[in-house]
């Protein structure tokens, strides 16, 4: 059965660093293209990074340059690597396939920062 784990997130001071990967079984998620999206307490969904399939990136303009967005192949994987956090960055962020209903996408991982 297809399955994607999440892993990462916690609580990091501004200025820190946190890593969110995402690990896909039972398909390639190589082949399609990956997202990562966040919510923050109060607010609606935010779009942070895409990975296409042809390798193409996508970010939202308040990260570009701060959360370089990578795949692993070998390990089926998709990564976020998210530095010099702010406090405007918590929220819970999710992994997911583009195009997979939201109720169909994992719980997420909570990331807070602050000091």
Not at 27 to 52: C, D, F, H
Not at 89 to 97: F, K, L, N, R, V
């Amino acid at each position: 059965q297809p399955k994607l784990v999440e892993s990462g997130g916690g609580l990091v001071q501004p200025g820190g660093s946190l890593r969110l990967s995402c690990v896909a079984s039972g398909w390639n998620l190589s082949l399609a293209a990956m997202t990562w999206a966040r919510q923050a307490p109060g607010k609606g969904l935010e779009w942070v990074s895409k990975i296409y399939s042809d390798g193409g990136l996508w970010y939202l303009d308040s990260v570009k340059g701060r959360f370089p967005i990578s795949r692993d192949t070998a390990k089926n994987m998709v990564s976020l690597q998210m530095n010099r956090l702010k406090p405007e960055d918590t929220g819970i962020y999710y992994c997911a396939p583009a195009g997979l209903p939201r109720d169909a996408w994992g719980r997420g991982m909570q990331v807070t920062v602050s000091s």
